[in-house]
């Protein structure tokens, strides 16, 4: 590096002769030497021609005037700029289109059009595809079969489920003629009971009391008898006797009548209990019986497959013949009224959009108009690319089946 410059700093250098002699004259008549900015720069291939042939020497004899150290700094200020502008130049774009870059609006977004409103179709049990009524792009009405399956395993469960129904109904019907059968001769029986004039029944504490009564009264006659000499002890000692007999009767009556009486209640209780249990236990059976009956019938009906709503069919991803099990996707059905464009938004622009806000959407296909939308959803999360998807939606009144196809967005400034 000092060698060049050395070069650069010879006093009569022929390149720098001619580079002085290239560059007009400045000065001033008070005898100050002016350069002026106007600088013709010598070719590469004459200076370093020059300076090849030359020989350096050593710094302590080379002598500099003020006017050529004034040259070469400016000469070197103007290579410095002109390499300063061109790095500038390299690293900014050209004109505005950067900072447009950064505006959201007047910049037209590429998306996907979908409906706003999709219907999915599954299968509510495991079953076979029997027959296909519809194709993509029919439409359909609420309540229109879209597809069957197999539905022989069904009505073999509905017919299981109407003979456990039906025997089910049989036992309780049943048990309700043995319980007004039971309940008649109970009635019967107790009338009965009441009529019957034995010791053994409700009547034997009264016709003991009275047996009583007429052992003291016999009692009584016997001790005055005895008392006027008209009978021995022995006729009051076996009065005595019979009044004892008596007494014991009557109490003994009236405890068996007691306990009669609670045995009799607690066989009734215990007979309607148990009546009542096994009401309700086939009661629940037949509960049993008929939710399982329309189980089935609801599996049977489920064979056929029919529209939820109105709308058009989108997808059928399944073919006759195909096993699926329950939950599969049978069938889509599209809403055509209202659809959505969905387009990425850089990260930087997105957070100038707001739900609701007016946009225009424009549909290429042939052909091709503009409509009305407003922004749905903005999804706060970005994709892996560092975008965000946008959710456009708009009035379909024409109901033309636009979903997948292409479709152009410019947001509208509130």
Known sequence: MSRIFEALSVAHDPGVDKLESLSPR??????????LPTVVVPSNADLFGRLKNYTAQPPDTIHLSHKK???????????????????????????????????????????????????????????????????????????????????????????????????AQAKLDKFRVQLVDADARVAIS?????????????????????????????????????????????????????????????????????VSAKLAHDQADQANLQAKVTREELQAQLRQAEVNYERAKQ???????????????????????????????????????????????????????RVGQSAQVRLPALPSREVEGRIRAINPLPSQNMTHIVEVEFDNPTLLLVAGQPAEVSFVRP
Do not use: C
Request: proline share 3%.
């Open 26 to 35: 400045g000065e001033s008549t008070d005898g100050s030497s002016e350069l």
């Open 190 to 258: 107790q009338r009965q009971e009441q009529l019957v004039p034995t010791r053994q029944w409700r009547d034997s504490p009264e016709r003991a009391a009275a047996a009583y009564d007429q052992a003291l009264l016999n009692y009584n006659r016997a001790k005055k008898l005895l008392e006027a000499g008209l009978i021995a002890q022995q006729e009051l000692d076996a009065r005595g006797t019979e009044l004892r007999m008596a007494r014991d009767d009557l109490e003994n009556a009236k405890e068996l009548a007691a």
């Open 299 to 353: 599996q049977a009906d489920a064979a056929v497959v029919r529209a939820t709503t109105a709308g058009v069919v989108s997808e059928i991803p399944i073919r006759l013949g195909d096993r699926v099990p329950g939950g599969a996707l049978l069938a889509r059905l599209a809403k055509l009224d209202r659809m959505i464009v969905e387009v990425p938004v850089a990260g930087q622009m997105v957070s100038e959009l």
């Open 69 to 167: 150290v004034r040259t070469y700094l400016i000469l070197a200020f103007f290579v410095t700029g002109l390499v300063l502008l061109g790095t500038n130049h390299a690293f900014h774009p050209h004109g505005s289109v950067f900072a447009n870059s950064q505006s959201i609006y007047g910049v037209a977004f590429e998306g996907t059009v979908r409906p706003a409103s999709e219907i999915r179709i599954t299968a509510e049990s495991t079953g076979t595809v029997s027959n296909i009524s519809v194709k993509v792009g029919d439409t359909v009405q609420k309540g229109q079969q879209l597809l069957g399956m197999d539905d022989r395993e069904a009505q073999l469960i509905i017919k299981q489920a109407s003979v456990e129904l039906a025997s």
